[in-house]
């Protein structure tokens, strides 16, 4: 019977120790965040499933989990043009939807410049697979009101320093500007109608190639795919690849500028100019970036300008720009060392005084250790090696003579258990 | 346009100071806890509706959201007997059933005795009113797998310890034993059949006054209620509580013994017996108990033995018990001292030169600051003080001449701007 009871489909517990490890990496992440002069906000798990569909989410709205109205009655469900129609809330697929409604609600608490820490749960239905899951942490930082780029480069640095807290050093970043890219679709002769399109073609370069991109490009009817990628492909890497920016298709003057500002700005971190960087969504409007790590073929994270979408609900246009650190991949590299400091174990025999045990832990615990009390077991080898396992350092056994006072307990080391 | 935005009903946003403030005070719990020897664990927020709504959770199950199945067609709504029928997820309205459910799906990792900390959200679909919101956090305690009293003195000394860590002292604890309650109920010829509806009545003591408890008692049945109150009320407070403990209407040995040892065993916090105190839920088994402060009429939190449930989804019975910390009365009535170190705020003037601006941060920030930075505006006052209140303790100018060497920057006192 209990091999069937299980979390929902594509969601995870997290026992003891893999939670407390999680915790300790999202401290240090959002210490560094807030040491980089974030300031952390939080909103509902739900939002009003009209601002969950209005569009900012992309193909993500289509994997929203809807909640259902309350008190709804069968007449209602035969009467619904659509399953939609039932739900009024839905649970968020990312965090920057509810960071724009978010900042359209307390705009006017809220400093000119705001900077945002966002670490949270979100949920997406999707089919469940190695390493994707349908709840996930997300940990975002965005900058609100700051046109310029500025705003990239504290992002970056505060990215690059979370990352070298974690020990995750050695990371490169690769950087692009949707501005460039459609200039040089434009210098192509790509139609306005078919730039999402020839984008979401360009971003396959990695997965299928040169060649398979130049054919669906022109299988959506770019004419002149075979040119396109004349001196720039293969792409050139490392302090080269900023040579591809003097490039003629590159004729977005303003975003070249940008881009070598920012290179100027992040000091050490290496920064790559990659043409063919996209990212997904459509509504970044200008610097976009991913975090590339030496060791491992997928990004750490990544994001970009998107001034046209916080101010949606507000009614107005607000500069803002984003990064987002893939913690669910992340957590796997990061190995923090054990911040478990003394922890005593009390073995109490089942005769033992309960006041007089309560009274050691009280004077323990007041002292700063972590107190575990457990009945003496038989199989006292394989209790010790669990203890040791959990951080306790060392234990005492506690009889019906024990006395009250911890300076008179005979102390043994759990190491040497 | 801005007013009409706002966080879905009965939920809410935290903005920074806030949200800093509740991280901090669950910061102090989660680490008395762990001081305590619990071990904190996570579940998704949903659970399968099966389980939400297997009798587990009393009223709440009601108040559960229902998450509607992907994919649904409007035929499945034509067909749905009902719209639970539609849905298959369910957020969590309690943190006991994702507990039990948990703790079926791992029990083989846990153990024998496992104490959990879960700090989480739950969500209830209740009509808002002040205090009462539809989103709340919670933490809870439980111990499961320890049969004796021990298990309730150590998630005592624990929630104890951590409103004395949150600067909440003074605080009592009222105990009854639902074995006791059984007694009283026995003693008077009260049926079964009538005993869950007659605790609901006792329980309303303060609300309806004894004359009221005792006409409702009379209305479902009760026959001799006049009579049970006889020598018990009014309830005798504080230590003089315990005598009434000796009254022949409290005849279940066992429950009066457990509640004697937990007296003497609960050290310096004031413990009163309550015969009065019931509590809500329909599962618990054995002792209860509630916290009270003296300055307010409601409880801090509350908990109790529920043998029953833990292992349900297991199929064999696990005794366990719990104590949930009303985390959201609790917060307004926390004042944690500020843990803001030291704060610098560069104020740029917009030709700075940003490498020059982002290695002084990048210095500040490795020496352990915390770092804002600020385009120089014109109202130079008000600024200030908004860093001042953010908890930024001096700022330099930074211009166009600024040299990258934060040993040379003039730097100013904020307290004194």
Not at 145 to 162: D, Q, S
């Amino acid at each position: 019977m209990a091999s069937a009871v299980t979390p929902p489909r594509g969601m995870r517990d997290f026992l003891p120790a893999e939670k407390a490890h999680r915790e300790r990496v999202l401290q240090r992440i959002r210490s560094v965040f807030r040491a980089h002069g974030f300031d952390e906000i939080e909103t509902p798990v739900m939002e009003d499933a009209s601002r969950l569909h209005a569009g900012l989410g992309g193909d993500n709205e289509k994997l929203a989990y809807a909640v259902m109205k309350r008190g709804l009655t069968l007449d209602a469900l035969a009467e619904a043009s659509s399953p939609l129609d039932l739900a009024d809330l839905g649970l968020r697929f990312d965090l920057t939807v509810p960071l724009a409604r978010f900042y359209a609600t307390h705009r006017g608490q809220l400093p000119s410049v705001f900077r945002a820490i966002q670490i949270a749960p979100v949920w997406r239905a999707e089919r469940p697979q190695k390493g994707r899951y349908r709840q996930f942490m997300q940990c975002d930082i965005d900058i609100i009101g700051e046109p310029g780029i500025i705003a990239e480069a504290e992002l970056m640095t505060a990215t690059v320093a979370a990352l070298d807290a974690l020990g995750v050093p050695g990371c490169s970043i690769r950087v692009n500007d949707r501005r460039l890219l459609t200039a040089w679709l434009a210098a192509f002769d790509v139609p306005e109608s078919l730039r999402s399109a020839a984008l979401i073609s360009m971003d396959k370069l990695d997965k299928i190639g040169l060649d398979g991109v130049v054919a669906e490009l022109q299988s959506i009817g770019v004419e002149r795919a075979g040119e396109m990628f004349e001196g720039v492909h293969p792409p050139l890497d490392g302090d080269d690849s900023w040579r591809m920016l003097d490039h003629t298709v590159f004729a977005d003057q303003a975003a070249a500028a940008d881009l070598r500002t920012l290179r100027a700005a992040a000091g050490d971190v290496p920064l790559v100019f990659d043409p063919f960087l996209v990212r997904g969504m459509g509504y970044y409007t200008g610097p976009i970036f991913e975090v590339a790590h030496p060791e491992f073929g997928y990004s750490l994270g990544g994001g970009g300008r998107y001034d046209g979408m916080i101010g949606r609900f507000l009614g107005t246009e607000v500069p803002a720009c984003g990064f987002s650190l893939g913690f669910e991949r992340l957590i796997d590299l990061v190995e923090l060392g054990d911040e478990v400091g003394e922890g005593s174990a009390l073995l109490f025999e089942r005769d033992a005084d309960l006041p007089t045990l309560m009274a050691l832990k009280a004077a323990l615990t007041s002292a700063g250790d972590r107190v575990r009390l457990l009945a003496r077991p038989k199989n006292m080898k394989a209790a010790l090696e669990q203890l040791h396992g959990e951080g306790f350092t060392r234990f005492a056994v506690i009889t019906a003579e024990t006395a009250a006072d911890v300076e008179t307990l005979d102390w043994r080391r759990l190491d040497s258990a």
